[in-house]
């Protein structure tokens, strides 16, 4: 961390002393990441914050020109620890663009290894890399205080985890020497098995294609997922009560602490795992069958449910140049002016973009990133949305469409979402209900992601009920055979682990002529936009209050570090963020995503 | 240096996706935690410096060891790279990769900026992923960032003030236990108990890179016998959908990905060559057969001294990289937008 006294300013009547704080990088993320700050000591409050990422490589540039079966090859290679979303995504576009509904083996097969992704990359997440924030030496060196309640606080679920206090929870998150890290290791170890077995390597899988999976359907496939998965499940009737103990405590700990990382309910979520039976993979039929995603994709503003329909989310998305290191595509040619339903596709949308990219000096006041804003159009106002990390908007936008219904594993209420964990060797069966929260900050986001995980895995069972189906039934082919056409456009939806991915291809002569992926991070971490609306990041950590008991001469800045978190940044997709001082905040974002 | 600690400094700043960080996570032979807390004998002390599991907040506490190895203050380190390195002579300001703010200024620290700082000093550079080792995705044709490996920005005679070469584990993403097993090598001869770590051509260590993805196949037997996949979820060979394996280095059928789970042909998934010097383009567009593998596969078994002898022959082509990976203010990639 960086220091340094910045000459006194006046806010109102009060004197403040800002001082300028960096952390660049920031640790515990997938990539680079830097965080400028200004802190107000005296109002204990964020007073203003730039977040950078510096990282240009140029993912749609150089697939222009080149074969469209080696796309989800290619952008599989955007993230390091979701790759296979990337991959996964893009044989949708891909299916969508050649005509081929895959065989529903090879859905089934696609489900259940993103699952184990889920499964694997929340955990990996929430206890080796946020969990430090929270472990005994992070908190015994930030907050004294709260550790010594933590000692006297019972936890109200010990006896299900074992762990008798608050205090002896946060010990077992203490890096390495801590029981739960460990074991959180080992799990992240056994899911990636899991994945394996569905999508042949982590993180870059080697078996999915356009037209379906390569991998074959066979009883020893599905048992060895199974039997892991049902270990797994052991692991969440733990893993959640736990976590709800350790954030439960935190509120009542620290009263206002619901303020960290808080921001206005913007949540967007682009759905997960298809349907076979309902999944065509064509654009026409598209709201039909987004509906039925097995997690369903909505824009949910203030609480309430805009939209869950696939066209109409597809048609609202815009993307606005920022303060990044680009040149505006004005005058370029639009690929897609309408889209196959006769709708217009705006020039700013993901299927008519261009990538110019000019290298400058970073500069706060001007360009300072190689991410645009992405924005969502409601047809009034370009929506700044946040994906919370993923699992919290997920959860909010599955609950309140109602729709999912996995045989009883997995149930929407409209207010909820009910979760159903058979007998496992240990414990009989447990039910948990994910609630839709007061607020959209810090704790939610992280509380969020160990419920997803927990829904993950009841996914998972319905996915093998369906698969064994198959199987048994003899229907055991998961790929279908497929032709490149000579013009074609193709567009791929679904959730990264930290949230909304999208896909868009255009094909010409054969060739990808435009290709531009836009995922989460770009999504959270963009900076104020034309219309001076600012980017997600910036509402979170402006409005974090400090609650950090060292002052400024040993601030370590936790408070900022656990908003940050708890959006899951992965840097790979790119950050960029300028909050401008005090109250108005100047954001440039630009995700590396959209050029990767 | 049986009682020094060894310093591991990781930069995962390169033009890279993170995925080898992500990978020694997933490691079991040794695992992380093994090798952190000194779980097998005769390793030394080690200290990682690597930004995704450590314990501060970042920041000036988090850099200090790399700005002291640069001191020459931090004695012995192994610097662990982590992405390709982008070309940052081909524009007139700006960056493609930073990594940290230099003292004293506003300004980013590049990749390659790390690597003139630091590698003069130190003992061994490990470079973890075909991005680091030979430029790879990033350094397709057409890229806008004019991306190499390490062996063409220090040379690929480069060796460390200590006589070793730089050592290459290739992969995309490399494959946990190749990783945590060279670093643990690294370790084992850092503290005088391994002689100098063995390592083929292109860097790789030779023990795991010394036979082809189709040896250790177990679709191999379908191939002796002609029976070639016509059609992705089939349980054949796959060498006439795409699959490179006869003529890739690599490990991973053998090994499986992780427990022994997954791979690439063995369950389904077409060798793209992704621990190749010539990866991605020379094997692109990957789905087509590769060119040998009409006539080979057609000579299978009988006429085995030919076969080997032809597959050498495009092994070497494709163990060499595209002509445009370089050093220079000259962007030779086909991208001419700058």
């Known amino acids: 961390m960086a220091v340094k006294d910045l000459p006194g300013q006046t806010t109102g009547t009060q004197p403040s002393r800002l001082v300028e704080m960096a952390w660049d990088p920031i640790t515990r993320i997938v990539g680079s990441l830097g965080i400028y700050t200004k802190i107000d000591f005296q109002k204990k409050v964020v007073a203003e914050c730039h977040a950078t990422s510096s990282i240009f490589r140029g993912y749609s540039i150089f697939m222009k020109g080149k074969d469209p079966r080696d796309a989800h090859f290619i952008t599989s290679r955007i993230c390091g620890i979701c790759g296979d979303n990337h991959c996964v995504c893009s044989v949708y576009a891909q299916n969508m663009a050649f005509g081929v509904r895959p065989p529903a083996m090879g859905e089934w097969i696609m489900n259940l290894g993103e699952a184990a992704e889920y499964m694997f990359d929340h955990n990996i997440f929430q206890e080796n890399l946020v969990g430090v924030d929270y472990c005994e030496n992070m908190v015994r060196e930030t907050n004294p205080s709260v550790w010594e309640k933590a000692k006297k606080a019972e936890a109200p679920n010990a006896k299900i985890h074992g762990y008798k206090t608050i205090a002896d929870i946060m010990t077992s998150l203490n890096p ?48 060895d997922y199974y039997t892991r998965l049902m270990r797994y499940i052991e692991y969440m009737k733990v893993c959640v009560p736990l976590h709800d103990d350790l954030f439960d405590f935190w509120y009542q700990a620290l009263p206002g602490y619901e303020h960290n990382g808080e921001r206005r309910i913007l949540l967007g979520c682009w759905g997960a795992y298809q349907d076979p039976d309902h999944c065509d993979f064509t654009y026409k039929n598209m709201t039909h069958w987004g509906r039925k995603m097995f997690v369903t994709p909505g824009v949910v503003v203030d609480g309430k449910l805009v939209t869950n329909d696939l066209v109409q989310i597809n048609l609202g998305i815009r993307i606005l140049l920022g303060h990044s290191y680009y040149d505006d595509w004005e005058g370029e040619e639009t690929f897609v002016p309408k889209d196959p339903l006769g709708n217009p596709v705006d020039r700013r949308h993901p299927w008519n973009m261009h990538t110019k990219p000019t290298p400058k000096k970073r500069d706060f006041a001007n360009q300072y990133s190689w991410v645009m804003s992405p924005r969502w159009y409601d047809g009034k106002d370009h929506l700044a949305l946040d994906t919370g990390g993923g699992a919290i908007a997920r959860l909010w936008s599955t609950a309140l469409s109602g729709l999912v219904d996995m045989n009883g594993y997995v149930k929407a209420t409209g207010t909820s979402v009910q979760i159903n964990l058979p007998k496992s060797v240990l414990s009989g069966p447990v039910s948990f209900e994910w609630k839709v929260p007061k607020w959209s900050n810090t704790l939610e986001r992280n509380r969020a992601r160990t419920y997803f995980q927990a829904y993950c895995a009841a996914a998972a069972l319905h996915f093998l009920d369906k698969a064994f189906e198959e199987l048994n039934a003899g229907r055991t082919r998961s790929w279908e055979p497929f032709t490149v056409p000579d013009e074609a456009i193709g567009c791929g939806f679904t959730e990264a682990v930290r949230g909304v991915l999208s896909h868009h291809v255009v094909i010409r002569d054969g060739k990808i002529a435009n290709y531009h992926p836009w995922p989460p991070t770009p999504w959270n971490g963009n900076p104020r936009d034309k219309f001076g609306t600012p980017g997600p990041y910036e509402d979170a950590v402006q409005n974090t209050p400090i609650f950090e008991e060292n002052g400024p001469d040993s601030f370590k800045g936790i408070d900022i570090m656990r908003a940050v978190r708890s959006f899951d940044p992965c840097l790979p997709c790119g950050v960029h963020m300028y909050l401008g001082d005090g109250k108005t905040i100047e954001t440039v974002h630009s995700p590396l995503a959209p050029f990767g | 240096m049986a009682d020094t600690v060894v310093n591991v400094l990781w930069i995962p700043a390169g033009l890279s996706c993170d995925g080898d960080s992500v990978a020694l996570t997933a490691a079991m032979q040794p695992s992380i935690e093994e090798i952190a807390l000194g779980a097998l004998p005769g390793l030394p002390g080690v200290k990682f410096h690597w930004p995704l599991i450590e314990y501060s907040l970042g920041g000036a506490e988090f850099l200090e060891a790399f700005f002291k190895a640069e001191r020459g203050e931090l004695d012995p380190f192994v610097l662990v790279i982590e992405g390709s390195i982008a070309n940052e002579e081909i524009k007139k300001e700006g960056y493609f990769t930073g990594f940290g703010n230099a003292p004293g200024s506003d300004q980013p620290i590049t990749f390659s900026g790390w690597i003139d700082r630091l590698s003069p000093k130190a003992w061994a550079i490990l470079a973890v992923g075909t991005c680091a080792t030979y430029g790879g995705i990033h350094a397709m044709a057409g890229n806008p960032t004019g991306a190499m490996g390490i062996l063409d920005y220090l040379g690929w005679d480069w060796k460390s003030s200590h006589g070793i070469p730089i050592v290459c584990v290739p992969g995309c993403p490399i494959h946990p236990d190749n990783l945590s097993e060279t670093i643990l090598y690294l370790l084992w001869q850092a503290a005088g108990k391994a002689p100098m770590i063995p390592l083929d051509e292109a860097g790789r260590p030779s023990w795991l890179f010394g036979n082809t993805v189709h040896e250790g196949c177990d679709r191999a037997g379908y191939y002796e016998q002609g029976q070639f996949a016509s059609e992705y979820d089939s349980p054949k060979c796959l060498v006439k959908l795409g699959c490179w394996g006869p003529v890739v280095k690599c490990n991973v059928p053998k090994r499986g990905w992780i427990g022994g789970v997954g791979g690439c042909p063995n369950v389904g998934g077409i060798c793209i060559g992704c621990t190749m010097p010539g990866f991605p383009d020379k094997f692109m567009p990957f789905m087509d057969e590769p060119p040998g593998g009409k006539l080979s596969s057609t000579v299978s078994g009988a006429y ?25 203010k000259k962007l030779t990639t086909g991208y001419t937008g700058h």
Request: aromatic letters at 12%.
């Open chain 1, 176 to 223: 390495f020497t801590g029981d739960f890290y460990r074991q959180a290791l080992v799990i992240s170890r056994y899911t990636r098995e899991m994945f394996c077995l569905m999508e042949g390597r982590h993180v870059h899988p080697s078996t999915l294609y356009a037209g379906g999976v390569g991998t074959v359907a066979t009883q020893q496939l599905f048992t």
């Open chain 2, 304 to 328: 085995g001294a030919v076969v080997k002898t032809m597959r050498n022959f495009t092994m070497a082509t494709l163990d060499k990289e595209p002509s445009w990976r370089h050093r220079g």
